[in-house]
Every structure is written in C-alpha cells, then in structure tokens.
C-alpha cells in the first residue's frame, strides 16, 4: 500500500516521512473493505493509495464487460456542511476540466457519481486503468543496475511529451506536477503518459484549509494555493502560487536531468540558485544542454514560452529514432527488465484504454501475425457490435424498470448534487449572537458558496473598506459581545454588498479572486495589442467598471497592492473577453469618397466602448461627442509611447493635425449614475482649417 502526504507527495506504506518535503507521516488506519457494487455497477478489487482528498481503489465496472478501472473517492477531512459543500463544488469543477481533456496520453475521465458507503453519501471519480511502470520505478531499477537513462532515449521522451503539453496548454491547463513519478510507461504501445494533474491536487490543498477559514471579521493576508514537488517546481509556482506553461516545461527540464544523472533534484543545484550546476558532470550535445539550460532559466521570461518553440530548439525527430524500417514511429530505446514489466496493484495508475500501437516486425512470420492479430481485431468489433444492439434492447425495456432503483448519478455536464442543509457555523461558536445575525452571517456563507468567492479574499475585500471607515479600530479584531453588535452588522452589510458586486463577474473571473499577480496584468495587456488595443484604453474600460463599483478608492494610489485590485483585475479580464468577441471593440470605417463619419450608442452606469479608426500623418481631424449624460472620453494614437491626445477627459471636443499614421483608439465610458445615449461625429481631410487642441463643449 501507498499513500501520499498533505502535498500529494507519493510514499511507501511504511515511510515516516515523506522522500520529496521531508514532512513528518501519520500512521495509517486501515480502511474497511468495500464490499457489493458501488454505484450499483463498480466492484472494488483492492486499494490503490491514498491522497489529499480520500483513497484511490482498483475496481471493475460491471457495465463494461468487468474493465478495470480506478476509483478515485472524494471524503475530504473539513468540519461542518457548507465547508464539505464547498469541497464537493471544486471537485465537481475539476472533474469537468478532466473530462474536457480528450489526448490518448492523457488518463481519460469517465464520470463522477456518488454513492452510500460507511453510512453517508461520497462522490468517486472514475478514470480509466491500464498496466505500466512509472519513469520513477524505471529509474531506480536501472540505479540498482548501475546505469541510467541516455541522452537518446531523453530526447525521445521530451519529443513524446511536449505534444501532449502543448494541448493541454492550449486547452488553458497547466498540470503543475511533472516529475518522473508522474509518468508512465504504457506498457501496451510504450508511449508515455502524463497522470495526476495537479488540478485535483489543488482542490485539495484548497479543501485541506476550508474548515480553518475565518468565519468572523478579522485580518487575513490572502491564501495562495501552492502546488508542486520541492526541486522540480520553479520558484514562482512554490513562492507564490503563480503557474504558466513555462512552469510545466521547467519541471519537464527538471525530470529530464534527473533520468539522465539518477539524482534528487536538491543534488543537481545549489542552494543558491545555480542551475547549470549539472553540466560539470553530465556531458551531453551541445544542443540538448542549451534546451535544457534555457527551460531552467530562474527568469521566467527568459525561458521558451511553449512547448512548440521547445519541439523546434530540439530539431526534428528523425534524428533520434532508434534503428527500424525507414519512417516507423519512433520507439523509446528502453525496455524495462522482464523482473520488473509487471505492475504492482500499489503502483498502478490510470491511463487511456487505447488500441495498442501496430509493433515493429521486419520479418514475414511477424507480418503474418500482425495479419492474424487484424482479423482476430475484426471479430472482435463484429461481437461488440452485437453486443451494442443488446446493450440498446435492454436500454429500451429494460431501463424503466430499473430506473427507480439505481442511484443518482451526477455527470460533469448532468444534474447537480442536491443542496445540503447548511447549520450556521455562528450557532455553535458563536452563542452570544442573535438569531438575525446568526441568519445574515448565514446569509453571507450561502453567497460565497454560490458565487465560489473565495473566503479569506473576502474577508480582506470587506476589511479594506470597513477599517477605511473606522480608523480609529486601528485594524483590531471585532469582538462578540453586544457592545460591539452594531460594528458586526455594518461588517455584514458591507460583505453582502460586495457579494452583490462581485456577482457582476464571470464564474471565471471570481474563481481567480485572491490569486491574481502583475504578471496576469502584462499578459492581458499582451492580448489586447493582438486586437490592435493598448493597455490603457483596456485599463480606461476597467477603470469605468470598478470605480463605479467602487467611488470612494481614490484613483490614484496603487490598487494592485489591495485586495480590491483584485477585483479590478477579475473586471479586467472580463473585459478582455468582451473585446475579443466585438461586444465592446468597434472598427470605424469612413464610407467611400466621405471625409465624415458617426457611430453611436448607449452605455449603461459603468459601461464603455472602445473604437478603432485609421488615419494618416498629417490628416487634420475633429472630433466631438454628443451625451445626454456624463461621460470621459480619451484618444490615443498608435504609439504606445506617444502621449494621449484626451485621456480620461471630461471635454466633449479635440481638433488638431496628426503626427502618426495608423490606428488611433477611441474610449468612451460612462461615468455617472444614469444610462447615457451618445453619438460621436469625426470628420477628417487632408486640409481643413482647424482649432488644435480639446475644446470644452458650451
């Protein structure tokens, strides 16, 4: 048996402490066997490991023929109804990322149902099964043997997993938790395969502190869900929370040296940050050395950015193909010792259930095997076939049957879970506080819950504004008596009022709250120039956004260092969205042989709309906004670096001649308490008699 630490972190049953973090090991209990049909279809043969969130279990599902499969049980240790609830809707979540993901090295997700064990309903996750060794367990072996991986058979595995990498990447996955015993040798077609997303791993480090949130009032400094194994993750990921696809890649770097050399990752670097380190001893091309050295690279920005630009560093994969008949799939040049090809149950993993790879047989007694193989193949899809219009018969009479006696099922993409009773958390901590405030703190819980806003966010979010207005608290926590009762309900009513905000955001956007860096304000700034945009028109949009939200921040003080600067940039990335799909981005195109031009429209309280125009050097235009309403209005050319023509301005009007030729960008926002209905007239010639300069409106 083997389990795993409270950083996910894979040991052997009799280990003390854990061989990655060093954390001290708690004795484990063994669980009481499950006997009959989960789910009234899945029989568990034998328990797998243990992780964060419950047991993982061989089993075999009835309804396929006996399959082996893997049980992956969700029994979080958290107190009280509305955490468990909590823990239930990440894990729901994370499972509708896992089904998205459909690569044939990739574990493929089946369901998520929920079933009676032990007295109480639990939810189990199902993946597929298949036989293989880990590249850890390969590793070793080849230790004891005294040799280790080569530079080929390295650069094979790179060129097999960067693919894979680059989709989930491109899917918006990062799987935060490369290492060598994240991956598996498929024995059918010996590819590898990449297992254990840190995305679960991450529910549980989220659910392990769910029940030890602040439930009151008080100071926080915002949580950050850390994830990945000391040495293979990259500083920014064990720091501060922050993941990319050059995190994945540097861990992939990281697995690398440690297949090539046989040694823990805390042996091939200084403590001081010296990752070339490993070159002294280990020689390889000069090729793979520059790879690997710039996916180490401790500046972030100076690694490759993806997997493709990795794939063509590396060059063509020809050259590394082990000998074979001319243009045959390349092969990984290792095989395991036949003592070590099969797989302990507490060493299994789950994979893709994939049609094994056509094999390498030069000779005509092979071919004539394979040929049988293929007929033996078409049998076989002729029984299932068969099979299927059985399996659809009985669908057909015989579901209704027993339709009432089957549990409830609960997909990714089906019904949800019930709700669960909730007991104020304030009943049984709290007993000085009255029935209304037990109910409005109740009130605040369901909210969070609903929204999925994350608590200790919250509680900052609410802090800032509140001790805002009480200087004189100097910050000091609320007590529970009566005297201070009148204090609690102002913090109530203003956590109910963010709520109210907060839910103007996306699900996404609200998922990231407390988790958002600087660096994800570059990135969308990055995406807003491939829509020709700069960053300040797309800050002008959130700008108009937040400060409607919230009037009393002062604009110029330094909200990314706030907890409500996360807000603004959850507004932000919303806003991204809604350029990208033209919901808030125009292109103003002047008819033929016209030299003027009007576009209008209506923006509610805290709305805007951005536009986009081509002029040219020289051109003198004028341009003037009609509003029934307040409005701030900028212009800027198509350097960045120039200055704004209007920016932020409260003038209607601006005339001049332009020094740039390109897209000038146009915000209109609305800045007071009432819809506002606009037009914007422009006209522009190669000579007009113009006043330079913004003109306020009489």
């Known amino acids: 048996m083997t389990f795993y630490c409270s950083q996910n972190h894979l040991n052997a049953a009799d280990s003390r402490f854990c061989r990655i973090c060093g954390e001290p090991l708690p004795k484990q209990a063994s669980p009481k066997p499950i006997t009959g049909l989960l789910g009234w279809r899945y029989k568990v043969l034998s328990e797998l490991g243990q992780g964060g ?63 009676e064990w032990q007295g109480r309903d639990r939810l189990f996750l199902v993946q597929d099964y298949v036989e293989g060794q880990t590249y850890q367990e390969i590793s070793q072996t080849r230790q004891q043997q005294g040799r280790s991986f080569s530079e080929a058979e390295v650069t094979e595995l790179l060129l097999q997993l960067l693919p894979v990498l680059d989709y989930i990447h491109t899917a918006g ?26 995305g679960v791993k991450q529910v549980a480090a989220r659910v392990a502190s769910i029940s030890q949130r602040v439930q009151a009032p008080v100071v926080q400094p915002g949580a950050i869900t850390r994830l990945g194994k000391l040495g293979y993750a990259p500083a920014e990921q064990l720091d501060h929370g922050e993941v990319h696809p050059h995190s994945d890649l540097y861990a992939l770097a990281v697995t690398s040296l440690v297949l090539l050399t046989g040694q823990e990752p805390q042996t091939l670097f200084t403590s001081k940050g010296d990752r070339t380190r490993w070159q002294r ?14 996916m180490l690279d401790p500046y972030p920005d100076r690694r490759y950015q993806s997997a493709p630009e ?53 000779t005509p007694t092979a071919r004539k095997q394979a040929d049988s193989r293929w007929r033996s193949l078409a049998g076989l899809v002729l029984l299932f ?13 015989l579901a209704p049957a027993l339709r009432s006696k089957l549990p409830e099922i609960i997909r990714s993409t089906g019904n949800q ?19 209304s405030e037990q109910s409005r703190k109740q009130q605040i819980q369901d909210r969070q819950n609903q929204l999925g806003i994350d608590s200790p966010f919250l509680v900052n979010l609410v802090n800032q504004t509140f001790y805002a207005k009480h200087p004189e608290l100097n910050g000091q926590k609320l007590g529970t008596g009566t005297a201070e009762a009148r204090l609690r309900t102002e913090w109530d009513e203003l956590a109910l009022q963010s709520l109210d905000q907060l839910q103007g955001l996306s699900a996404e956007a609200r998922s990231r709250l407390g988790q958002y860096t600087a660096e994800n304000v570059r990135d969308r700034q990055a995406a807003a120039a491939q829509l020709n945009l700069s960053g300040r028109a797309l800050n002008d949009l959130t700008d108009a956004q937040f400060f409607h939200w919230f009037p009393a921040v002062s604009r110029q003080g330094n909200l990314l260092n706030q907890p409500v600067g996360q807000v603004w940039q959850a507004i932000a990335l919303d806003k991204l969205k809604a350029l990208r799909s033209s919901e808030t981005l125009e292109r103003i195109e002047f008819p033929a042989e016209n030299f003027s031009h009007q576009v209008s429209g209506t923006l509610n309280p805290g709305q805007s709309k951005a536009y986009l125009a081509n002029f040219t050097q020289n051109q003198a235009l004028q341009l003037k906004l009609r509003a029934a309403g307040s409005t701030r209005l900028s212009m800027y050319p198509p350097s960045s670096k120039a200055s704004a023509l209007l920016e932020d301005s409260t003038n209607t009007n601006w005339s001049g001649t332009l020094t740039e ?30 006043n330079p300069g913004a003109v306020p409106e009489n």
């Open 173 to 198: 996955v990062i799987h935060r938790d490369i290492s060598p015993d994240n991956l598996i040798l498929r024995q059918s077609d010996r590819l590898p395969v990449l297992i254990d997303y840190g």
């Open 53 to 115: 969130f419950g047991r993982t279990y061989l089993a075999q599902d009835a309804n396929r023929f006996n399959e082996s499969c893997v049980l992956k049980e969700f029994a979080p240790q958290v107190e009280g109804e509305a955490a468990l609830q909590k823990a239930e809707e990440l894990f729901e979540r994370e499972a509708g990322t896992l089904y998205q993901l459909q690569h044939p090295q990739i574990p493929r997700f089946r369901e998520l149902f929920r079933a």
């Open 417 to 435: 879970a019930k709700p669960i009773v909730k007991s104020s958390p304030s009943t049984s901590q709290e007993p000085n506080f009255s029935q």
């Open 661 to 690: 030729t390109g897209l000038y960008e146009i915000t209109i926002v609305a800045d007071g308490k009432d819809a506002v209905n606009y037009t914007l007239d422009l006209a522009a010639a190669d000579e007009m008699t113009v």
């Open 310 to 362: 990795v794939m063509q560093a590396l060059g063509n994969a020809i050259e590394f193909q082990p000998s074979g008949q001319p243009g045959q799939p390349a092969i990984p040049a290792f095989t395991p010792d036949p003592a070590t090809r099969v797989v302990s149950p507490a060493r299994a993993r789950t994979m893709p259930m994939l049609p094994a790879a056509k094999p390498n047989l030069p």
């Open 385 to 397: 076939g068969m099979i299927g219009v059985g399996w659809w018969a009985g669908v057909k009479w």
């Open 281 to 294: 001893s280990l020689h390889l091309s000069p090729r793979l050395t520059q790879v690997l050295t710039k």
